[in-house]
């Protein structure tokens, strides 16, 4: 007898059900427990209430990302309150404890979504969670992972499961090659214009087709992690050759001694042929231009050779009071060309685009160019210290730091602006985060999200430019 | 966590789609290391006309009169009507404490997003789904009628309007079971720490590169 074509999320489910409630939600088993300073003090004081201890101490991979300046570490945190939020981090690892905790200045410090793969300590199969939404990230390593909430996060500490009914499946595939000059995050943020971002809402979506198979591992993160934009709590990507060769050999992957029995089972992990999504969307990447956002939400989203809409062309009520919102807190006339929008600021860095082939493609846009006068602040935040590392050793802060941008240390910086790094009221930034809502990186502050490539080239130019005309 | 059985309350309408969390609670009231305190910084950027930082008296600070929760009718409202989308983006729980802080009970509106959903439910807060056309008669309900009030009912599953029209919501019966009884998730889960420690056995025998 055959079983039934599974999808791979499905085959990752039923792997990690402890107990099933009579309406369906199961008690759901979690392999791996990411945690940082923001969203866990209040889940450690939880536990210190009611005397309750870890689950799993080994599940635990812990480090300090939101709240880190990226400049001048020696002086330690100058922000009373974020210091208080990371040495709370530093007392509750001290008495609960962790598989591995990289505290700040720790040299392989950096933001949790980096270095969980970095580290091995993300692995295919697993289940993944973090008080964090972009968790989703790690779904790149066919991995159920999730983000959640501090209640969540406390009853993941004290009992290593969660309580959770099963999503419906959606496969995105996207078809054909991708030009030049166009990558992961331009496939997201197309598709999340495309179906809106509450499109992938009760959905996990797996992300197939050749375009996807022809990224490397950095590329699937960049699109896994842009799955909650898109309203989908879980991103996946199929294991194949690119996932095991990126696994191998990292410190926390498994040994010698497990590692071809791991294999054999990582080998499984992709949705079976003739199985059922309840949702197929095909997109041609060849269709696929450099995408720039240009109001206060990820589907608010056109090509580089486009413009800003015109709330006259929205029949709909509601659609265009939003238009008129977003156009008026960006500070953007309808129909404006998006090559006319000027940049005071530029940020790469960010759980989405900080990683060595994030640093290596802005940098081959900005070899042998300049930061335009016009540019105030053109900052490269690289994802964890080993990134920089590896950033350095290729010689790539060099390169950055010759064309007039700032080479800073990692953290989550200027993607949400917990630390110094922010925008200014009606500043405008071109930007390789997630997230261009009011006040983002900064009250008042106008976020255009782009890949790093398209970031790189506004910083050069002073304004959106097409990046395929440059590569 | 508090018991929600019935409430009935002042109706004030968030009439925007997509409200995300960062418009919630923005994030410098983020770096507490408390579960309390967030209500006067709700919706800070939005309510406030200066710039808010952790630790202010936002008693002294300037309102927005534009902002809804700032008008006289509404003050006072334990219920948000809300539109498509509603608590997208960030998983930030800080977003659902500063909404209970504040003294809100219940949500109703279109759709929530995924994460600030479940989170509401750990809070004793109610996120009430309804269809499109019923959210859409309540907003113009809301904004004809000063003072108007809803009576949501958890046991029946019902939203009563003034005019006493009841219209019905859907709720997972685990979550609703949960919610009625202010039941402590954890308490519950380690009810079953045998069946935990079995799958975990098993587990451990078939990944133990799992293990450390």
Known sequence: ?471 | MQVFTKHEGLVAPIDRANVDTDAIIPKQFLKSIRRSGFGPNLFDEWRYLDHGEPGQDCSQRPLNPDFVLNQSRYRGASILLTRDNFGCGSSREHAPWALADFGVRALVGTSFADIFYNNCLKNGLLPVRLPAADVAELFAQVEATPGYRLLIDLETQTVTRPDGKSLKFDIDPFRRHCLMNGLDEIGLTLVHADAIRTYEGRRRLEQPWLFR
């Open chain 1, 1 to 471: 007898m055959c079983a039934a074509p599974r999808t791979l999320y499905e085959k990752l489910w039923e792997d990690h059900v402890v107990r099933t409630e009579e309406d369906g939600t199961a008690l759901l088993y979690i392999d791996r427990h990411l945690v940082h300073e923001v969203t866990s003090p209040q889940a450690f004081e939880g536990l210190r209430m009611s005397g309750r201890k870890l689950w799993r101490v080994d599940s635990v991979v812990a480090t300090t990302d939101h709240n880190t300046p990226t400049t001048h570490w020696d002086r330690g945190i100058e922000d009373p309150v974020s210091r208080l939020q990371v040495e709370t981090l530093d007392g509750n690892m001290r008495d609960f404890g962790a598989l591995v905790y990289l505290p700040f200045r720790d040299r392989r410090m950096g933001i949790v979504h980096v270095i969980g793969p970095e580290l091995g300590a993300t692995l295919p199969g697993m289940t993944v969670v973090c008080g964090d939404s972009h968790t989703s990230t790690h779904g790149a390593f066919a991995c159920l992972a999730q983000g959640i909430g501090t209640s969540e996060v406390e009853h993941v500490l004290a009992t290593q499961c969660l309580l959770q009914k099963p999503s419906r499946t959606m496969r995105v595939d996207f078809d054909g090659v991708p030009p030049a000059g166009v990558g992961a995050k331009d496939m997201a943020l197309y598709l999340i214009g495309r179906i809106g971002t509450a499109g992938g809402t009760g959905f996990a979506i797996e992300f197939a087709g050749a375009a996807v198979r022809a990224l490397s591992m950095e590329g699937r993160m960049t699109l896994c992690n842009m799955a909650i934009e898109a309203g989908a709590r879980y991103g996946l990507v199929a294991v194949d050759d690119t996932t095991i060769d990126y696994v191998r050999g990292r410190p926390y992957a498994p040994d010698a001694s497990h590692w071809d029995r791991a294999e054999a089972y990582w080998r499984t992990l992709v949705s079976d042929p003739g199985a059922r999504f309840d949702r197929v969307i095909a997109i041609a990447a060849s269709d696929i231009a450099p995408q720039v956002t240009w109001g206060t939400s990820p589907e608010m989203v056109t090509d580089v050779v486009g413009r800003t809409p015109d709330p006259d062309d929205f029949e709909d009520q509601q659609s265009r009071q939003g238009v008129v919102a977003a156009l008026n807190y960006m500070g953007l006339a309808p129909r404006t060309p998006i090559h006319d929008i000027r940049v005071d600021k530029v940020f790469i860095g960010s759980c989405t685009n900080s990683r060595i082939e994030d640093l290596r493609a802005a940098a081959a846009v900005v070899r042998g160019r300049k930061v335009a006068d016009s540019v105030r602040l053109a900052l490269v935040v690289p994802g964890s210290g080993l990134v920089k590392a590896a950033a350095e050793a290729e010689g790539l802060d060099r390169v950055f730091r010759e064309a007039g941008f700032e080479w800073r240390e990692p953290g989550c910086s200027m993607c949400l602006a917990m630390n110094a790094d922010r925008l200014e009221p009606g500043e405008r930034c071109a930007s390789t985060s997630n997230r261009n809502f009011e006040g983002r990186q900064g009250q008042g502050g106008r976020t255009h999200l782009v890949s790093p490539q398209m970031a790189a080239a506004a910083a050069v130019a002073g304004h959106f430019i097409d990046v395929r005309g440059m590569v």
